[in-house]
C-alpha cells in the first residue's frame, strides 16, 4: 500500500504519544528516522521495529541519557535503557559539534536495549556537515565466531560516509549474512533462508529463520575474514563502549555504539578533498563491467528510493505489516 509521508509520521509519532513512555522531542526523533528508512527502501530497519510483544514503542527509558566521561574529542554515554535512535541521533549530533571544535570526535554509548537502525541514516548527517563519518554497533547474540555454533557476535554493523561536491559516499552493512529483522521479516513472510548462512540451536545447518531465533546462529557474511570485522565491531561498541560483549552474561544483551567523525581538514584542504571523493565516485561509475552494464555504488537504491517518495510525497508499506502495527 502507498499513502502519504506525512501520514505515516504522524502515526508514528501517535503511537509513541498513546504510550507516554518518551518525550514529544524522542518521539519526532524515532518518527523522522523510521520515514527515511521506510522511504529509502530500508523495510528491514523501518516499522518492523515496532511490530510484536517488544515494539519501540513500548520501551520505558529508566530515566534521562547520562555522560559518564568526556574530554574535547570524546563522550561516553550511558543511555540510561533509551530507545537506540534516540540515543544514536543525539550521539551524532555530538559527534558533529565535537569534531567541528577540535577536528576529531569519538562518541560511544552503552546501555540501550534495542536497536538503532540503519547506520547510513546517522552518518549521512554527518557527511551531510562535511565531515567523515563512521559508526559501528552490537547488538545481542546472533553470529557464531568462525568455526563456532554458538551466537556471541551480534549483527554488529558498519556504516561510513565521507562528503563529495554532490551526494555523499554511504555504505552500511551487517557484517553477518543477515540482518536480524530480515529473520524476523523472512520468518513472517514463511520464506526459507539461503543455504550455508545459519544453524540451528545444536549447530546442524538450517534455512529456518525460526531456527536461528530460537538458539541458532548465522554466518558472518564470509568466512574467517569476516568473522574478524564482526569482532572488531564487537571490541568498539563493547569494551570501549563500557558496555557488555559476546553476551557471555545476563548483561550481554545490551545494544552498544560508537561513532567517530573526523574534519578531513585537520589533514587536508577540504575543498579538494570533497573534489577528490568525487572523482573516486567518478572513476568507479565510468569502470568496465563484463557485461557493459553500469556501476551501482554502496546506497545508490536507498538514495534513489528516498528521493522518488521526496518527489511523489507517498511512501509504500507493506499492508500486513502496517495493519499489525497500527491496527493490532
Known amino acids: 500500500m502507498k499513502l502519504p509521508v506525512s501520514e505515516l509520521k504522524s502515526k508514528i509519532i501517535e503511537l509513541f504519544a498513546a504510550a507516554r513512555a518518551i518525550s514529544e522531542v524522542d518521539r519526532k526523533s524515532v518518527a523522522d528516522y523510521m520515514v527515511w528508512s521506510e522511504m529509502s527502501g530500508v523495510h528491514d530497519q523501518g516499522i ?8 519501540l514503542q513500548k520501551t520505558i527509558p529508566e530515566g534521562a541519557i547520562k555522560i559518564e566521561r568526556e574530554t ?7 543511555g540510561a535503557k533509551n530507545i537506540g535512535i534516540v540515543v544514536a541521533d543525539k550521539m551524532t549530533d ?4 565535537k569534531a567541528k571544535k577540535s577536528g576529531l570526535a569519538i562518541v560511544a554509548s552503552h546501555n540501550t536495549f534495542s536497536s538503532n537502525g540503519a547506520q547510513a541514516y546517522y552518518v549521512e548527517k554527518i557527511a551531510a556537515q562535511d565531515l567523515i563519518g563512521i559508526m559501528c554497533s552490537r547488538s545481542p547474540g546472533t553470529v557464531a565466531p568462525f568455526g563456532s555454533i554458538d551466537p556471541l557476535f551480534g549483527t554488529n554493523p558498519v556504516g561510513y560516509a565521507f562528503p563529495t561536491d554532490t551526494d555523499p559516499i554511504v555504505f552500511d552493512g551487517a557484517t553477518s549474512a543477515r540482518t536480524f529483522y530480515s529473520l524476523i521479516l523472512s520468518n513472517a513472510a514463511g520464506e526459507t533462508l539461503p543455504e550455508g548462512i545459519a544453524t540451528d540451536k545444536h549447530g546442524n545447518p538450517t534455512t529456518s529463520p525460526a531456527d536461528v531465533m530460537d538458539g541458532g546462529a548465522l554466518c558472518s557474511f564470509g568466512g574467517h575474514k569476516a568473522s574478524g570485522f564482526s569482532m572488531l565491531v564487537e571490541l568498539l561498541t563493547g569494551p570501549l563502549a563500557g558496555g557488555s560483549f559476546l553476551d557471555y552474561t545476563d548483561e550481554g544483551k545490551e545494544w552498544g555504539t560508537t561513532i567517530i567523525a573526523i574534519n578531513p581538514e585537520i589533514l587536508v584542504d577540504l575543498k579538494k578533498f570533497k573534489s577528490d571523493c568525487s572523482k573516486f565516485v567518478e572513476v568507479i561509475r565510468a569502470s568496465r563491467t563484463r557485461e557493459g552494464r553500469s556501476i551501482r555504488m554502496p546506497h545508490d537504491n536507498a538514495r534513489k528510493a528516498y528521493k522518488a517518495a521526496t518527489a511523489s510525497g507517498m511512501v509504500e508499506i507493506d499492508n500486513k505489516l502496517f495493519a499489525k502495527v497500527f491496527n493490532g
Open 48 to 55: 518492523v521495529k515496532l511490530a510484536g510483544a517488544n515494539g
Open 72 to 78: 574535547p574529542v570524546s563522550m561516553l554515554i550511558d
Open 94 to 97: 555530538i559527534a558533529i559539534e
